[in-house]
């Protein structure tokens, strides 16, 4: 016990010299969240839209008055012909256009129901299809609106009222914060733990601590340790800047989000002992770290969710720690699920970060021998 | 003089040859993305669990299920009586939404009168529940369409016309990859040889400065050059993105945003003082930025105002641009005149800034 604590108290010696760390622990939370935060959303806002009238009649304007009036429209203005719109929507000037034909008010008047038509830039498939949305219940309004207006028969039609749990503002940050921590939590401690071992490897100070009466074991829980404490550090702060710069509280119980990050960070440190052993350099050891942390992210729900994936794709998803870490956090943080309904998550995590301990201590010690 | 260029040009080469395990990722990460953004990486929704609580029974209620089970958007679990905690139903997930249909919905109906169905969405995903919203009202009208309309829509999605992900993010990855590269390896490259000291060696041979930064600079070039042609011809053959517009200007075009990356990774090696170091800064002030505020990913128009301005000052915002309209749309100079000077310009300026700051460095 006493040789553990020393050891303990040597990384910390380290880390405290290591200024770096404190920026990484400290700040960067709050940056990345800041930055990433505020900039990752896919919500669809300021579609930019111009409208062909070759109606030129009061029909036609009170269209073109209705959608400049709204705020998810960026209402360029008019264009004179079809082609000068598409050539807006060519040049990316315009990512929708509205174009009302000739004789549109006379037709609706004889019941002929002309159509407007509407161009769309698909280009952001995801984006478009909410751009269509978005025209396609306007127009419904608008067109509600006149047959009621002249006394025509509104035939009932079925109209859904939605109610949107806990994120009744559709705020996608809402979303992404939760996760942007976990994620922050993965590449911090991952990252750090490989460097920081395959540093002793360069420098040959694991030679010198292997011949001092530690066994491996001991070598390793004192690595363990010092870096849990960071990560669980680092967690609090994310927490914190979550709270302060977003005004996201979290709606569940804050013990099982702390057990659950335990768990969490066993997966973490057992890869970044992993990638120690892979790598030689500290170069090599910030590649490996960073390219399997790219698949990791993608493969976890963080942008996309995972029922989109085709289905090998989603077996996949099965292998990765971070994806049961994110669906957690978003659980607890968001709706505030009680551990009976993630105690799968909770058995999956711990299992893994329990063999991926195991194992790549166990390659650690070979390695040394 | 040529000669000792080109022997630089081969040490580089000997260099990058021996190491395999980066070599190898150079060559395997962008096939490796390609698949992961071709296959895995939509935003298409599909079989999202829904339950519908059919408290009427009727044969106007049960067709509307069958509308909606006629979509592939979503998986139907249909319960006949009522639903008590749609909170629980939502944090265990067994379903994304529930859909109430009234036990009065099919008299009504017959009646001619309007009905209102409730629909609970869990929008802790609030593009899915965005989606959810879309999908039920129009499938719920869509039991209607009979109905005499004063007017109709007529929609025409152009350049992508089954709004598909692929074709929007494989060009995309063009960008992302070749600035990993370009940027990410030619910093680390430079950055080895101060750390080893043999920066010092090669600026008291006889060879100029500029010509050993070039010399290290250029193999890293035809990588990341090759890298970007390979994402856009197994693209082209893999996931069928189009390519409607001149691939000799898509080529142009890559050499002036190689050219950026390589002026990114040039001024980040005169900051960094080793590769950990240098790598860390490529990432976090490069390739970070270039992936998350471009638009390769998330729309800048729906970005805070002000992180908009910080996306224009991005290099990737205007070749992710250039490249999504040449590929997808067939623009041509004329119509992609304004980012492309303003890519150049910004080439120019970095250029300009890294030769600056080589040159403090050196003296």
């Given at each position: 016990m006493g040789k553990i604590r020393s050891l303990v108290k040597k990384e910390f010696r380290q880390i405290r010299r290591t200024k770096a760390y404190f920026a990484l622990i400290f700040v960067a939370p709050f940056m990345q969240l800041l930055i990433m935060g505020s900039a990752i959303t896919n919500e669809v806002k300021n579609i930019s839209l111009v409208i062909v009238d070759q109606d030129k009649t009061p029909a036609s304007r009170e269209i073109i008055d209705k959608f400049s009036a709204v705020a998810i429209f960026d209402y360029l203005g008019e264009a004179r012909t079809t082609e000068e719109a598409s050539l807006a929507l060519d040049d990316g000037l315009a990512k929708a256009v509205i174009i009302i034909p000739r004789d549109f008010e006379r037709d609706m008047e004889r019941g002929l129901s002309p159509s407007l038509q509407v161009l769309i830039d698909g280009v952001d498939g995801n984006s478009a299809g909410i751009s269509l949305g978005y025209i396609t219940s306007m127009a419904a309004g608008i067109q509600k609106g006149w047959m009621m207006a002249g006394q025509l028969?509104?035939?009932g039609g079925v109209q859904v009222i939605p109610r949107y749990f806990y994120n009744p503002e559709l705020d996608s940050k809402l979303n992404f914060v939760p996760g942007l921590i976990g994620l922050l939590l993965l590449m911090i401690t991952t990252m750090l733990t490989a460097i920081n071992i395959v540093r002793e490897k360069e420098l040959g100070t694991l030679e010198q601590l292997m011949v001092t009466p530690l066994g491996g074991t001991q070598l390793i829980i004192g690595k363990i340790i010092p870096f849990t404490i960071l990560g669980l550090l680092q967690f609090t702060m994310g927490i914190l800047a979550a709270r302060l710069v977003f005004g996201i509280p979290v709606q569940g119980s804050i013990p099982l989000l702390y057990g659950m990050v335990l768990l969490f960070i066993m997966t973490t440190l057992g890869l970044g002992i992993f990638f120690s052993t892979v790598a030689n350099t500290q170069q090599q050891a910030m590649f490996v770290a960073w390219f399997s942390m790219i698949f990791t992210l993608l493969l976890?729900?963080?942008?996309?969710?995972?029922?989109?994936?085709?289905r090998f794709v989603q077996y996949l998803t099965y292998l990765n720690p971070l994806r049961y870490f994110i669906t957690v956090l978003r659980e607890i943080y968001?709706?505030?699920?009680?551990f009976r309904d993630l105690w799968r998550e909770a058995v999956i995590l711990g299992g893994m970060g329990l063999t991926l301990i195991l194992a790549s201590s166990m390659r650690f010690h070979k390695r040394l021998k | 003089m040529k000669r000792s260029f080109l022997s630089i040009v081969r040490k580089e080469l000997i260099h990058i040859f021996r190491d395999r395990q980066s070599l190898f990722m150079v060559l395997t990460m962008p096939l490796l993305m390609l698949l992961l953004y071709g296959y895995?990486?939509?935003?298409?929704?599909?079989a999202i669990d829904i339950i519908v609580a059919d408290h009427s029974a009727s044969p106007e209620s049960r067709e509307l299920i069958r509308h909606i089970e006629a979509t592939d958007f979503f998986k139907v679990s249909v319960y006949k009586g009522g639903v008590a905690h749609i909170g629980e139903i939502f944090q265990n997930r067994e379903a994304q939404c529930v859909l109430e249909i009234p036990r009065d919905y099919g008299e009504t109906i017959r009646a001619g009168l309007p009905v209102q169905l409730q629909l609970s969405i869990d929008a802790s995903d609030p593009n899915a529940a965005n989606f959810i919203q879309n999908y039920v009202s129009r499938v719920a009208s869509l039991s209607f369409a009979d109905q005499t309309m004063l007017f109709s829509l007529e929609p025409r999605i152009f350049y992508n016309p089954d709004m598909r992900s692929a074709p929007f993010f494989i060009p995309g990855l063009i960008a992302l990859i070749l600035l990993l590269i370009c940027a990410l390896l030619t910093s680390i490259a430079i950055v080895r040889e101060k750390e080893t000291g043999t920066m010092e060696q090669l600026l008291v041979s006889p060879v100029k400065p500029v010509q050993i930064i070039l010399g290290k600079v250029l193999p890293y070039t035809f990588l990341g050059f090759f890298d970007g042609l390979m994402i856009l011809v197994v693209g082209s053959l893999l996931?069928?993105?189009?390519?409607?517009?001149?691939v000799l200007l898509i080529m142009a075009m890559m050499l002036v945003y190689v050219v950026t990356g390589l002026s990114l990774g040039m001024l980040v090696s005169t900051v960094a003082k080793t590769q950990s170091v240098a790598m860390l800064a490529a990432i976090t002030m490069t390739v970070l930025p270039s992936m998350l505020?471009?638009?390769?990913?998330?729309?800048?128009?729906?970005?805070?105002r002000i992180f908009q301005l910080v996306s224009r000052i991005i290099p990737a915002t205007y070749f992710i641009e250039i490249i999504r309209g040449i590929v997808?749309?067939?623009?041509?100079l004329h119509n992609l005149y304004k980012p492309a000077s303003i890519l150049l310009g910004l080439d120019a300026v970095l250029i300009a800034l890294s030769i600056r700051a080589f040159k403090i460095r050196l003296e």
């Open positions: 028969p509104v035939s976890s729900g963080f942008f996309v969710p995972i029922n989109n994936m085709p968001l709706k505030g699920t009680p | 895995a990486i939509t935003l298409d929704m599909k996931f069928h993105v189009p390519i409607q517009g001149s505020m471009s638009g390769f990913i998330f729309p800048i128009s729906s970005m805070p997808l749309k067939g623009n041509d």
